[in-house]
């Protein structure tokens, strides 16, 4: 079986995060920036735990300034993703990282951003959206700009908002104003949680934030009655095993829960997160998910269908997505 050939539907990345080391470390050359302090020997992203993971991406993001570093940026990244079979891609964009939470400036980026989707679509055959996403630990008030960018430019490419960022800083309920704000302008929502925070914080957020789909979920494995409720509403978990493994969120791909969350009845998707960082690609996670799991291909083509119908975008473009997932028939 060839996994990179599989056509997939990727939920939960996050576009910076998708950022190639070699992309980065030209840009900082360009603009003179020094963060060799981020790199490894081997050329890679190095970090130490979660905390330290977030130091060095935000550390990368300062080389990214300007609507056309997101241009060049976005093409990077669908070239790298399209070159793993992906066929519909979303990804996490931060007005924090794009303007600093400027309307008018966010909408620049935007539109930089977009102009590379258009393109990678028309070269590649790879769809891209994007999830406008509020910092966690930036605090509750610095979320609020980012819901109101999400909610005056959701349309064709923004489908959907939601929150990253280091789990741990308060509770779901305080972030209850932006997800608010930006269910009534329409938006479908997600966030992470129970990657570190356990059953609890997937609770909170299902109750307090509303979301259609989790970014990790895990956690909800501690509290089976739990996870029956998720999957009797139908939540969708965008599980990350590969992630997961590398930050320790789990002992090793055998302790990962994402096969007994899917046999418990559980929606499951499988994203690469932050791809780079974790020393990960869409075809490593399906040939861990084979070894580990014996998951094969009518496993994927059913993982991909679950992805595809939790997508956060028009029906159009989920019409035209479903005929990129068909077998070929030549
Ligand atoms: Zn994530």
Known sequence: MSFQSIPKVELHTHL?????????????????????????DDGGY????????????????TTLQTPQDFRRLTMAVLEETAAHGV????????????????????KDYLAAM?????????KLGITLKGIVTGIRHFGPEASKPAARCAAETFGDFITGYGMAGGEMVGRPGD?????????EAGLPLTCHAGEWGGPSMVAETLRDLKVARVGH?????EDLAL?????????????????????????????????????????????????????TTMTAEYEMLHRTFGWNEEDFATLNQTALAAAFCDEDTRARVAKRLEPAND
Not at 16 to 38: M, Q, T
Not at 93 to 102: A, E, K, L, N, Q
Not at 114 to 122: G, P, V
Request: hydrophobic share 45%.
């Open 16 to 40: 910076e995060g998708c950022a190639p080391p070699a992309f980065i470390r030209g840009l900082a050359a360009e603009k003179n920036i020094d963060i060799s302090g981020i790199f490894a």
């Open 46 to 61: 190095a970090f130490r735990d979660f905390d330290h993971f977030l130091q060095v991406y935000e550390a990368a993001c």
């Open 87 to 106: 066929v519909y891609m979303e990804t996490f964009v931060s007005p924090d990282f794009c303007g600093g939470g400027d309307l008018a400036a966010w």
């Open 114 to 122: 977009k102009d590379a989707a258009d393109e990678a679509e028309a």
């Open 175 to 183: 972030y209850a104003y932006s997800f608010d704000m930006a269910r």
């Open 217 to 221: 979920g895990i956690g909800a494995i």
């Open 227 to 279: 996870v029956d409720e998720i999957a009797e509403q139908g939540v969708v978990l965008e599980v990350c095993p590969g992630s997961n493994v590398v930050l320790k969120a789990v002992k090793g791909w055998t302790d990962h829960p994402i096969e007994k969350l899917r046999e418990r009845g559980v929606k499951v998707t499988v994203s690469t997160d932050d791809p780079p960082f974790f020393h």
